[in-house]
């Protein structure tokens, strides 16, 4: 494994523009007593979307280095908007478990040693009554490796510490078969001794038109004051299942199409194609083709995911190829719902 000077982040990658100045600083810069406990519940929830307008004067905005969480999402085999289960929340603030009850879940992120980025995400949720949840969501990333230099390759005075984290709260309401939710999320970043710190606001819609057709779509990073910022993601996704079967081979089997497509700017569309194969409960694989396109060049990303499920416990691998030589990411997570 390449270390200190002689492994840069190549300034051509397509997670994000945001990416090189991590190497390149000088490049960057009421009274509810005898309400019913469910009704003052889901007003608890409600509350979220109007109280959160008040950390406008804190930071309108995430940091510049929030756009390392674009690494993360190349390895998610199922586009970010249409995510479900207990690892859902930060990625589309109104996905979530299936059941209702208590579900929390952990995933590590890592790539090569070319990016040299690891770390990771977890999520915790819980019902409130019958219609709403809570969530906290919890994320960080390092960049592994940066070595001090002076007039000589060698390096000097240890690393550099650079890192990019959030913490959140969310909430989610629900009506009928349509879901909608609110991410509420404190980032911070530090690149050696300068720190930065902005609040994000992000909201999101699942939605179960029809047995077989999901409509999803979601923000990521929304800068609280709308302000249009580099590190913003818009993302929507359509899911239809395709075949579904009681038993093949004695096994229930079902087999999904999704498109996702992620906005930044006009220039920066992504698009991805997947599919979804499910055995009974216990097992799933994921493949996934997402175009990406930045600097007016477009490139094919191939992604795959598996997970295994056994009781309460799921285990998720994925792993996704990188472009221009920097490497894959992968990513492998374990969750735990306790249904009610």
């Known amino acids: 494994m390449t270390r200190g000077p002689a492994r840069s982040l190549a300034a051509k990658s397509r997670y994000g523009k945001n990416i090189s100045h991590l190497r390149h600083p000088s490049k960057a810069r009421l009274d509810t007593a005898s309400e019913p406990r469910e009704c003052w519940q889901v007003r608890a929830i409600s509350l979220l979307f109007p109280l959160s307008l008040f950390a406008v004067p804190l930071a309108g905005q995430a940091p510049a280095s929030a756009a390392l969480w674009r690494v993360a999402a190349a390895s998610l085999a199922v586009p970010p908007a249409l995510q ?6 930060a990625w589309n603030p109104a996905a979530g478990p299936a059941t209702s009850g208590f579900s929390g879940g952990l995933e590590i992120v890592h790539t090569s040693s070319t990016l040299g980025i690891s770390g990771f995400s977890g999520d915790l949720t819980t019902s409130v009554g019958r219609r709403a949840r809570l969530g906290l969501a919890l994320g960080r990333l390092d960049v592994r490796d940066l070595v001090r230099t002076s007039t000589s390759p060698g390096s000097v005075a240890g690393s550099i510490p650079v890192y990019t984290q959030y913490a959140g709260l969310g909430g989610q309401l629900r009506w ?35 047995p077989r057709l999901t409509l999803a779509a979601a923000t990521h990073f929304l800068p609280i004051d709308l302000t249009k910022q580099e590190t913003t993601d818009y993302y929507t996704g359509v899911e239809y299942e395709v075949f579904r079967a009681a038993s093949v081979g004695g096994i229930p089997t079902s087999v999904a199409a999704r498109y996702g497509l992620t906005y930044r700017s006009y220039d920066a569309l992504e698009h991805g194609l997947s599919a979804g194969f ?3 409960s216990f097992a799933g694989l994921d493949i996934a083709l997402t175009r990406e396109a930045a600097y007016g060049q477009h490139e094919w990303r191939p992604a795959l995911a598996l997970f295994l499920r056994v009781g309460r416990y799921e285990v998720d691998f ?3 190829s990188g472009l221009n030589d920097l490497g894959a990411t992968y990513r492998v997570g374990l969750s735990i719902v306790f249904a009610r």
């Not at 479900?84 to 929340?89: C, E, R, T």
């Not at 050696?192 to 179960?208: A, C, N, P």
């Open 278 to 280: 499910v055995l009974g």
């Open 318 to 320: 994925a792993r996704s």
């Open 176 to 210: 009928h078969t349509l879901t909608a939710g609110a991410l509420l999320r404190v980032n911070n970043e530090q690149f050696d001794v300068i720190r930065e710190t902005g609040v994000t606001l992000d909201l999101g819609l699942h939605w179960k038109a029809t």
């Open 84 to 89: 479900v289960g207990p690892l859902a929340l």
